[in-house]
């Protein structure tokens, strides 16, 4: 599996989206070293799979930080809407399924008093041509 293609279309997505990007604004990000920030929608690949593995399924966790929950509880049927399907979706030309991988958690911290956190988890799994409706 191509993770990078996946993370990149994840990415793409994220910031297409009109009610993400009125929470978020450019606080939609990779996980990484960068300052907490609130409020922030970061994301991150959570698989480790075999290297090379064309077929290997990935799951990605989102953390969404807000001021209040209605903005938390949006983000979250966002990213619902835009990852959780009952149909087949393209991304990098390969055909995945794409759901909820876990159920979701809030998220707290010490120093982050009145701030709404939530993580979510989605898997992103390849199907082979050959497996999809309509084909032999």
């Known amino acids: 599996m191509r993770f990078d293609a996946v993370m990149?279309?994840?990415?793409d997505r994220m910031a297409g989206d009109a009610q993400?990007?009125?929470i978020f604004g450019t606080a939609i990000r990779k996980s990484g070293r960068q300052a907490f920030a609130v409020p922030s929608l970061e994301y991150d690949l959570v698989t480790v799979a075999k290297p090379g593995e064309l077929w290997a399924p990935c799951t990605i966790q989102f953390d969404a930080w807000t001021?209040?929950?209605?903005?938390?509880m949006t983000a979250s049927?966002?990213?619902?809407?835009?990852?959780?399907?009952?149909?087949?979706?393209?991304?990098?030309?390969?055909?995945m399924w794409a759901f909820?991988?876990?159920p979701s958690v809030t998220l707290e911290g010490p120093l982050r008093e009145n701030q709404h956190g939530h993580a979510s988890r989605y898997r992103f799994v390849p199907i082979r041509g050959k497996l999809l409706p309509g084909r032999t």
């Open 20 to 22: 993400l990007v009125s």
């Open 77 to 95: 049927n966002a990213l619902f809407r835009l990852f959780d399907h009952d149909r087949v979706q393209v991304i990098e030309g390969v055909y």
């Open 67 to 72: 001021d209040t929950l209605d903005d938390t």
């Open 8 to 11: 990149q279309a994840v990415s």
């Open 100 to 102: 909820v991988a876990e």
